[in-house]
């Protein structure tokens, strides 16, 4: 398999698994990738799912250069877009996707990681959009969402000079949540996911809406759908029993209902 996948309920962890092209993505593994994220998105076992790339070296290296190169301008439009909807999969999944950078995320790899909901990153991780350097641009999201969580200056930085940044300085520019020491990734990985999967899945999935979509409207749109997914939390019984809990002095129990 070119995706493997290990599903230890609450959470799911996603291996892309090319170790020998450092875990270049291909049609293949998009393929794969997005059978297993449409299984997780409708499988309410899985409150959280994690996101890494097989070996010690990469997370992932950007599309497999070998397939790039021999695009043309309608495929490669065509593989643009293809990229693009598996991401958008991984970015609306429902439920938080932790990238655990376990190295280089360059290219797709980095534009993969950005649409993940969190991204933890090994001290030994380097990140950037390389693309220029072969004579092309992000087609992955790389131009949009890379400004809209970096902002303009160093994202036109990173595009431009296709340098690629280190951890450090990933986390500095707000590009990764957070850095861990590279032996304590998965471990640091798996504690956030459980922590994030003992909060109210109802109630994550209407955040991870409001501030997705948030970002794309005027802030009148983004209140008005604010207010609304605030008004629908109020009608589940997570929020009965975390209200309540608060007022009994007890840790709740969220069931996602
Ligand atoms: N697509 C296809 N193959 C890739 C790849 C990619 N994006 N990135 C790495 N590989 C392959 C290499 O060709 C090499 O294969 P080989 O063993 O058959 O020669 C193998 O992975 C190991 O990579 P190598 O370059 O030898 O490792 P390194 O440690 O010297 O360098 C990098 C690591 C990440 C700096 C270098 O591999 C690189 O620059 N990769 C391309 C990054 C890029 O431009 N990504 C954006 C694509 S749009």
Same mark, same amino acid.
Do not use: W
């Given at each position: ?89 991984? /970015? ?73 940044i280190?951890?450090t300085e990933a986390e500095r520019i707000g590009l ?49 759908? /604010? ?31």
């Amino acid at each position: 398999m070119i995706v493997t996948i290990q599903r230890d309920e609450p959470v799911a962890v996603i291996t892309l698994n090319r170790p020998d092209v450092l875990n270049a993505i291909n049609a293949a593994m998009l393929d794969e990738l997005e059978a297993a994220l449409i299984g997780f998105r409708s499988d309410d076992g899985v409150r959280v799912v994690i996101l890494t790339g097989a070996g010690d070296k990469a997370f992932a290296a950007g599309a497999d250069i070998a397939e790039l190169a021999a695009q043309t301008a309608t495929s490669g439009r065509e593989f643009a877009l293809r990229g693009q909807r598996v991401f958008d999969l991984v /970015e609306g999944l429902g439920k938080p996707v932790i990238a655990a950078i376990n190295g280089y995320a360059l290219g797709g790899g980095c534009e993969l990681a950005m649409a993940c909901t969190l991204r933890l990153a090994a001290d030994t991780a380097r990140l950037g959009q390389p693309e220029i350097t072969l004579g092309l641009m992000p087609g992955y999201g790389g131009s949009y969402r890379l400004a809209r969580l970096v902002g303009k200056t160093k994202s036109m930085e990173l595009l431009l000079t296709g340098a690629p940044i280190s951890a450090t300085e990933a986390e500095r520019i707000g590009l990764v949540t957070r850095v861990v020491p590279a032996v304590e990734l998965m471990t640091a990985a798996r504690a956030l996911a459980d922590k994030l999967a003992r909060n109210a899945p109802i109630a994550m999935r209407y955040i991870l809406d409001a501030v997705n979509r948030g970002l794309e409207m005027s802030t009148a749109e983004a209140s008005a759908l /604010e207010a609304t997914l605030f008004g629908l939390a109020m009608a589940t019984d997570d929020m009965r029993e975390g209200t309540a809990a608060f007022l009994e002095k007890r840790a709740p129990a969220f069931k996602g209902r």
